[in-house]
C-alpha cells in the first residue's frame, strides 16, 4: 500500500538540469511585495512598512542579492504617473530555506534555496486620487525555464499599488501564509495550500496571473543601469510592466499543463492538478483583496517549479479480491479455510524486513520468514491481518487485510426441451451450497442471451451447439461456475421461401430465398424445382428455367439431428415465351437526301410495347413509325419490345442514307449590269462536297477566271477586276470530291452576250 508518499511534494527553487541528481541553475526565481500600515505618520500621511522578499537559487554560482536593492516610489496612474521617490535598501536579513528530503523516495535532486527579505518604511502623504506604486526590478532568471520564451533574457519587477481607497482606510495587503514546497513529483497528485491571511479580514480571491517582467540582460556600458534593459535598473521604471512571455503551450492561467491541469481555487488558494511534464515552470499567483466589493490591493507573487521523477522505494501490496477503505484490502476464500497470501510488495529490494501478523480468534499469528504467507484459518468467518514492511524503520508501509473464510457453493443445472420442435429450452437451477444463493447469471451462448432469473427459458434465435453458462453467488460473494452444451437444431414450423409467385419470360433465372427459421447451413435442405431438375445443400439457390410452362417447387429441410419438414408450392412459377422482336423498312435501300423518309413495319410477336431509337437523330413508341432522316450517313435502327410482364427483346438494323450530290451549269450569260443574269455560276445540292474548283478559258486556252468557292461567278472581266472579255463562246470546268470522296467533274461552254 502507497501510504505518505502520494502526498504531493512541490519544487519551488530554480533548479533543473537533465541529471536528477546534480541541479544547476542560477539568478532570481521568484518574489513578491506587501505592505502594512501602522496608523497615521507626519502630518497628512499614513506609515507604511514594505517588505520585499527575494528568492534564489544558492547552487550554480548565481548573482548575489542586490545589496543594496533600488527601490522606486512613483504617483499617479498605471498609464500616467511621475518618481515621487528613489532610494536604496541595504543588509537584507537572508536566510537559506534546505527542503525536506521525502522519505522513502529515491534519486531526490540536491535542491538550494535562499531568501533575501528587504524592510523599509515610508510615511506617505494620503492622496484620494492618485494611487503609490513601490517598485523594484531585477534580471535575470534561469534559461532552463521550460514555460518562458527566452527565459534567459526575462527578469522580475516586484510591486505593488496603494490604491487611493486603501490610502484612505489605512489598509494592510495580505500576507501569503507559507513559502511553497520545494519538490513536486511528476504524474503524482498535487494539493498545495497558497492562501493567505489579511489583518483586516477582508474578501481575498485567488488566481494564477501573468508574472511581470523587469530589467533586462545589459550590463555594458554603464548607462545600461539607466536603461530598463539594464540588469538592475537604477531607478527602477515606472508602470505600466511589461509582462513575460509563454510559450504556446501555456498561459498566465494554465502555467503548467498537467492531468489534470495544475488549476487555484480562487476561493480558498489551494492548488490541485497532476503534472505531468518535467521541466521548470514559471507561475504567478495574484490574490485581490475586496471591501464591501472594492478593490483594495493585489498581493502578486511570483516563483519557479520545478517537476522532477520521484522514485518512491516501498510500497505494501498484497493481492486481494477487493479494496475497502484507506489502505485495506479484502481477500476470499470460499470453502477452504487455507489461503495463501500473494505478497506484491515493491520495491523488493529496499525492503530489509517483513512481517504478516493475524488474529485466529484471540491466537495471534506471526510469519517474517514467507514471502508468501500461507495461513490456516480455524473456522469460516472474517479475519483481520497485517503486512508490515520495514517495522520499525524510517521507510516502512503497511497493508491492512481483511480475510474472510466462507463455506464452499457449487453450480449445476439441468435443462429439458423438444429436440425437432422450434420452442424454447427450459433449465433448471441444481446449485448447492452452504451459504444462501441469492445471484445467478446465465449465459446462453449468443449475442444478448443473458439472464438473471433462477429458472429461466430461453427461446434461441439460430440453431447450434450453444454453450450454456451458469455462474451463481452467495450472500458472502462466493461463486461457481458451469457450463453445459445445447444442441439446438430443431426445423421450422413453417416452410417459407421467396418469390411466394412468379410470372416471367423464357429463360427466366429466380433465385429462391429461403425464409424459413430456425435454419443455417448445417441443415440439407432438397429443392424440386418441378422441371425434372433438384438440388440439395443449398439454403438459397437460384435456378433457370429454359422452357415455358407452369412449375410447382417443393423443398424439404432436415436438420443435423435427423428432424425433417416439407412442403410443396402449386404452380408456384409461370414462365412465359419471350418476346420476338421483328420489323421491315419501306423502302429499306435507295435511301439518299432526297429520298430519307422511311415507314417501319412492326412484325414482332408477343409484345405490347414498343421502343424505336433511329440513331443519334430520334425516338418513338408507336408501333408502326414513319420517320424522316435530317442528315445522312450510316443509321443504327434498334426495336425494343416488351413483353406483357416486362421481359424484352430487341433488334437493330442499319440504314445507309446516301448524300446525293445534283449539279446544274447555265451555258450562257449577260454580264450587263442590268441585275439579271450577270454572272457565270452554277447551282444544285452540294452538301458535304469539298475541294471545289471552278476554271473559264477562252478559245486561245488562256484562262480568263478561276474560284474555289461554289457561290462565286463569272462576271465577264478577266479574274474578276480585268477589262471586260469579248463577246463569244467561252470552256468551263468544274471538279469537286462528293461526300464520300468520290470525284465529280462537269464541262461545258458558257456564251457571254452583251
Not at 452538301?687 to 478559258?697: A, K, Q, V, Y
Amino acid at each position: 500500500m502507497r501510504v505518505q508518499f502520494y502526498k504531493t511534494l512541490f519544487f519551488l527553487a530554480l533548479l533543473w538540469v537533465v541529471s536528477p541528481t546534480s541541479l544547476f541553475a542560477m539568478h532570481i526565481i521568484g518574489g513578491e511585495m506587501s505592505y502594512e500600515c501602522t496608523g497615521p505618520g507626519a502630518q497628512g500621511t499614513n506609515r507604511y512598512i514594505f517588505t520585499l522578499k527575494v528568492y534564489r537559487d544558492c547552487n550554480g554560482g548565481g548573482a548575489p542579492f542586490d545589496n543594496p536593492a533600488e527601490i522606486a516610489i512613483y504617483r499617479g496612474s498605471i498609464n500616467n504617473n511621475s518618481m515621487f521617490e528613489s532610494f536604496q535598501i541595504s543588509n537584507p536579513f537572508e536566510t537559506r530555506i534546505i527542503p525536506d528530503t521525502p522519505e522513502c523516495v529515491a534519486n531526490v535532486p540536491n535542491v538550494c534555496v535562499e531568501q533575501a527579505i528587504y524592510t523599509f518604511t515610508r510615511d506617505l502623504p494620503i492622496n484620494g486620487t492618485q494611487s503609490y506604486f513601490i517598485v523594484y526590478q531585477r534580471c535575470c532568471r534561469n534559461v532552463t525555464i521550460s514555460n518562458l520564451v527566452n527565459p534567459g533574457d526575462a527578469g522580475a519587477t516586484y510591486a505593488i499599488e496603494l490604491t487611493p481607497t486603501a490610502q484612505s482606510s489605512c489598509n494592510s495587503s495580505p500576507v501569503f501564509s507559507d513559502f511553497p514546497p520545494v519538490i513536486i513529483c511528476n504524474n503524482f497528485a498535487l494539493n498545495f495550500d497558497h492562501s493567505a491571511t489579511d489583518a483586516d479580514g477582508d474578501q481575498l480571491v485567488y488566481s494564477f496571473c501573468s508574472p511581470v517582467n523587469g530589467g533586462g540582460p545589459l550590463l555594458s556600458p554603464p548607462s545600461a543601469a539607466e536603461s530598463c534593459e539594464g540588469a538592475q535598473p537604477t531607478p527602477p521604471c515606472p508602470p505600466p510592466f511589461d509582462l513575460v512571455t509563454f510559450t504556446t503551450q501555456y498561459s498566465p492561467g494554465n502555467p503548467m499543463g498537467g492531468n489534470p491541469i495544475v488549476t487555484i481555487n480562487s476561493v480558498t488558494g489551494m492548488i490541485t492538478g497532476a503534472p505531468n511534464m518535467l521541466g521548470q515552470f514559471v507561475v504567478g499567483v495574484c490574490v485581490e483583496e475586496y471591501r464591501n466589493g472594492v478593490l483594495l490591493s493585489v498581493l502578486r507573487r511570483d516563483f519557479q517549479f520545478n517537476v522532477t521523477d520521484c522514485s518512491p522505494t516501498v510500497f505494501a501490496e498484497v493481492a486481494s479480491d477487493s479494496v475497502v477503505g484507506a489502505q485495506r484490502v479484502f481477500v476470499k476464500s470460499c470453502g477452504s479455510n487455507t489461503v495463501t497470501f500473494d505478497n506484491q510488495s515493491i520495491q523488493e529490494e529496499n525492503i530489509d524486513a517483513f512481517e504478516w501478523q493475524f488474529n485466529l480468534n484471540g491466537t495471534p499469528y506471526t510469519n517474517s520468514t514467507d514471502w508468501d504467507a500461507t495461513v490456516t484459518f480455524p473456522d469460516t468467518g472474517i479475519y483481520n491481518g497485517i503486512l508490515l514492511l520495514n517495522p520499525g524503520l524510517t521507510c516502512a508501509d503497511t497493508a491492512y487485510i481483511r480475510v474472510g473464510i466462507f463455506p464452499e457453493i457449487n453450480a449445476s443445472f439441468e435443462f429439458d426441451y423438444d429436440t425437432c420442435t422450434a420452442g424454447p429450452v427450459d433449465f433448471t437451477d441444481l446449485s448447492t451450497g452452504e451459504g444462501i444463493i441469492n445471484t445467478w447469471n446465465w449465459n446462453f451462448g449468443v449475442p444478448g442471451g443473458t439472464s438473471s432469473d433462477v429458472n429461466p427459458s430461453f427461446l434461441f434465435p439460430y440453431p447450434g451447439n450453444h454453450p450454456v453458462k451458469l455462474k451463481v453467488y452467495d450472500q458472502n460473494t462466493c461463486s461457481d461456475d458451469t457450463t453445459q452444451v445445447i444442441s439446438w437444431f430443431p426445423v421450422p414450423e413453417l416452410v417459407v421461401v421467396q418469390p411466394s409467385d412468379f410470372r416471367g419470360c423464357q429463360p427466366a433465372s429466380i433465385t429462391f430465398t429461403n425464409l424459413s427459421t430456425p435454419i443455417d447451413s448445417t441443415y440439407n435442405v432438397v429443392w424440386d424445382f418441378g422441371d425434372g431438375t433438384t438440388v440439395s445443400g443449398v439454403l438459397s439457390p437460384t435456378h433457370i428455367y429454359e422452357n415455358p410452362g407452369v412449375f410447382s417447387v417443393k423443398v424439404t429441410i432436415t436438420s443435423p439431428i435427423g428432424c425433417s419438414v416439407e412442403d410443396s408450392f402449386f404452380e408456384l412459377i409461370r414462365v412465359l415465351p419471350s418476346p420476338d422482336a421483328q420489323f421491315t423498312c419501306d423502302p429499306d435501300t435507295g435511301l439518299s437526301n432526297l429520298n430519307n423518309t422511311v415507314m417501319f413495319i412492326d412484325q414482332s410477336t408477343d409484345a405490347n410495347r414498343w421502343n424505336w431509337t433511329f440513331g443519334r437523330f430520334g425516338t418513338s413508341t408507336q408501333q408502326n413509325p414513319t420517320y424522316t432522316f435530317p442528315d445522312t450517313g450510316l443509321v443504327r435502327v434498334r426495336l425494343i419490345v416488351t413483353h406483357p410482364l416486362g421481359c424484352q427483346d430487341s433488334l437493330i438494323k442499319f440504314l445507309d442514307i446516301v448524300p446525293e450530290v445534283r449539279w446544274f451549269m447555265p451555258n450562257a450569260f449577260t454580264p450587263n449590269g442590268d441585275g439579271m443574269n450577270d454572272a457565270f455560276f452554277g447551282k444544285g445540292k452540294i452538301e458535304g462536297i469539298s475541294g471545289f474548283n471552278m476554271s473559264i478559258w477562252n478559245r486561245w486556252g488562256e484562262m480568263v477566271f478561276e474560284t474555289a468557292n461554289p457561290d462565286e461567278g463569272w462576271d465577264g472581266r478577266s479574274m474578276n477586276n480585268g477589262g471586260m472579255s469579248p463577246a463569244g463562246v467561252y470552256v468551263y470546268l468544274v471538279t469537286f470530291r462528293g461526300p464520300r470522296g468520290e470525284d465529280f467533274e462537269y464541262k461545258g461552254f458558257a456564251t457571254l452576250v452583251y
